[in-house]
């Protein structure tokens, strides 16, 4: 429940925190099986987390349905590629890559402000308001949208991260989406790159009938009623809070990861 409340405060499913407690927890079991278990609930947590965000009218359901086809092919060879990777391999990978996301988020955290409007070819604009009476106006390159979601595809399927984490950052400094309509429109999106993932790993038979899936559905429905309290959460922070909350778990996790990848 609590990795669903901060997961869909900060808009990403909270596989980024359930991966890490899943490889400290299961020492023995292999990358592939724990990246099947957190994207199954990574997809419950989404889904409770979508209908919450649709409920305060913040997705942007034009953007996100294209992001969603685009993270397909990456999903599908994120999923297929992390049954070749070692363990300590994937938890050095695991660890740099979100350290290494948290103090990019840091160093930009200033440019995830107000931006000039973007204009040019392939530029769409957005004017979103939501059920308070709050109107966000925005525009970005769809083109760099969804390159940037099959790179977002390919390494959510990988460390079964779900991909918000990478997504709402990306979407906030890069493409300029406001903090609040890139977190809800990356749970959009969640549902179903994390499908996609799953579905993988459920064919490949990492996520077999068996202990593994039982495991992973009682945690997904702990997280299920989570989401929906980290979406009333996200109405009363700011932006810059929500993406300060986000840099910093992604060190602290990162860290603790490390230090287990090193033997420590």
């Not at 993270?71 to 992390?82: D, E, F, Q, S, W």
């Not at 709402?168 to 549902?191: G, Q, R």
Request: proline share 4%; charged share 10%.
């Amino acid at each position: 429940m609590a990795v669903g409340a901060f997961g869909t405060l900060v808009g990403a499913g909270g596989g980024f925190l359930l991966v890490p407690v899943l490889l400290l927890l299961y020492p023995e079991r292999e990358p592939e099986t724990v990246t099947a278990m957190s994207l199954l609930v990574v997809c419950a947590n989404a889904t409770s987390g979508t209908l919450a965000y649709a409920h305060q009218r913040r997705v942007d359901y034009a953007s996100g349905v294209w992001f969603a086809v685009a993270t397909l092919p990456g999903a599908i060879g994120g999923a297929i590629l992390v049954g070749y990777t070692p363990r300590r391999t994937f938890d050095a990978l695991f660890a740099a890559a979100l350290i290494g996301l948290g103090t990019w988020i840091v160093l930009r955290s200033r440019q995830q402000a107000i931006h000039p409007p973007v204009t040019g070819r392939g530029v769409v604009h957005r004017l979103i308001t939501d059920r308070e009476g709050h109107t966000f106006a925005y525009s970005f390159e769809l083109w760099k949208g969804l390159a940037l979601s099959t790179v977002v595809g390919f390494v959510s399927s990988l460390l079964g991260i779900g991909g918000g984490i990478v997504h709402v950052p990306v979407m906030a400094t890069v493409l300029h989406f406001p903090v609040h309509i890139a977190a809800a429109t990356s749970h959009f999106v969640l549902a179903f790159m994390s499908a996609e993932g799953t579905a993988v790993h459920a064919v490949t038979g990492a996520l077999s009938w068996d202990r593994a899936l039982l495991q992973a559905a009682l945690i997904g429905a702990g997280a299920v009623p989570g989401a929906q309290i980290g979406a009333r959460l996200s109405r009363r922070l700011h932006g810059t809070g929500i993406i300060r909350a986000l840099a910093g778990a992604l060190m602290l996790v990162g860290g603790r990861l490390a230090l287990k990848a090193a033997g420590i």
